[in-house]
């Protein structure tokens, strides 16, 4: 049995069954998969209410996991990047009806050009993706990435079947964000959120922060996505389906899908946005117009690339098929490679977001922060 490290931060006696079921996931956790470092917050109603971590943030176990650390989310990040499109709809500056095209001509070749924004951003336009092998550099080229991304023709046709994207929804999403705000979403976050709300959440880290950052365990074990075909190994299983990750240049690059870093406080915190009316610490962010547009369903069925039925709004993954964030079925979310989440209740206002340094093989609804969340359940 591992010794249970010391666990710091915030929880109130109503929550005594979260801190319970975190100290539980450091000596017994499910199958095995005892944490190494980790961090899960609850905000309710905008308000912190459970922040806890603990741990090492090294393999070593020479640097504690602190109240600094950051802890790259892979797709847990998706939230952030839903939220930054969101942002331009409520400004005007994109529809979710409208062809991407309207914004972005380039990317209407090979059959594209009637695929919306709403459509891309649910994973329907058919682009999981590279359809042919390409060498994981292309991942550091943007504009290369981006050129073959607009030539390619959908593996299936939009708009009749989601097939979650893991790496290419982010260049996609990044690219049509750069055109209509002029900047990129990792200076959009660091001057819209992050440096005005005192937020620790980066797309694209600098060098000057890497020495924050935790070291990851990945998981032991390959991650079950069922019968393996041409959509699946573009998304997952060809050498070049993602960039190397933990490298120095890795962390650098902005890919809003799939590298952000930060912490589960601020995760939480930005995730009340869907959690409390579009409302953020006291600040409009998102109208109730742009906000049900944000987070209504757009696709529901069995996804072409994990083996699921899955519901998907604009970006976020919703709770109606997976009850994964709580209970109720209009909750939105994501997961991120090895165990991290982020997700928002708007019927209860909660917030919340788990991350850890020990990756597992589960693609969605990782034990351990469903441990946690249905602690926190028990205590809502």
């Known amino acids: 049995m591992t010794d249970l490290p010391d666990i710091h931060g915030l929880c109130p006696p109503q929550f005594a069954a979260v801190k319970d079921a975190f100290a539980a996931n450091f000596v017994e956790a499910p199958e095995g998969l005892n944490e190494r470092g980790a961090r899960f917050t609850v905000c309710i109603g905008g308000e912190v209410a459970v922040d806890l ?16 650390t950051l802890t790259p989310v892979f797709s847990a990040g998706k939230t952030v990047m839903s939220l930054l499109i969101a942002t331009c709809v409520e400004r005007g500056l994109l529809d979710y009806e409208r062809p991407v095209a309207n914004y972005w001509p380039a990317f209407g070749q090979a059959g594209k050009e009637a695929v919306t924004v709403g459509q891309m951003m649910s994973h329907q336009a058919g682009l999981p993706g590279f359809d042919t092998p390409e060498d994981p550099a292309i991942w550091f080229d943007r504009e290369a990435a981006l050129a073959r991304l607009c030539a390619q023709a959908p593996m299936w046709p939009p708009g009749t079947a989601s097939g979650y994207s893991p790496i290419v929804i982010g260049y996609l ?58 959509i699946k190994t573009a998304a997952f299983l060809d050498r070049g389906s993602a960039p190397g990750r933990d490298s120095a240049e890795w962390r650098m ?119 946690l969340i249905g602690a926190l359940y028990e205590g809502i």
């Open 53 to 68: 971590w603990a741990g090492w943030a090294d393999a070593a176990q020479t640097v504690p996991y602190g109240e600094t």
């Open 173 to 230: 999403a990044g690219e049509l964000f750069r055109l209509v705000d002029g900047r990129t979403m990792g200076t959009a976050l660091r001057e819209d959120f992050a440096g005005p709300l005192g937020m620790d959440l980066w797309i694209g880290l600098p060098e000057s922060e890497h020495g924050r950052a935790a070291q990851m365990r990945k998981p032991g074990k390959a991650a079950d996505l069922g019968p393996a075909d041409a």
């Open 253 to 371: 690059i902005e890919i809003p899908s799939a590298n952000l870093h930060g912490n589960a406080r601020d995760l939480a915190r930005i995730m009340g946005v869907f959690a409390n009316g579009g409302m953020l610490e006291g600040r409009t962010v998102l109208s109730p117009a742009t906000l049900a547009a944000a987070t209504r369903s757009r696709i529901h069925g069995q996804d072409r690339v994990l083996p699921f039925v899955m519901g998907w709004a604009a970006g976020l993954t919703r709770n109606e098929t997976i009850e994964i964030f709580g209970p109720d079925p209009e909750a939105v979310g994501h997961c991120g490679w090895g165990g991290s989440c982020a997700f928002a209740d708007a019927a209860a206002g909660v917030s919340a977001s788990y991350v850890m340094t020990r990756q597992s093989h589960h693609l969605i609804g990782d034990p351990r922060a469903q441990r």
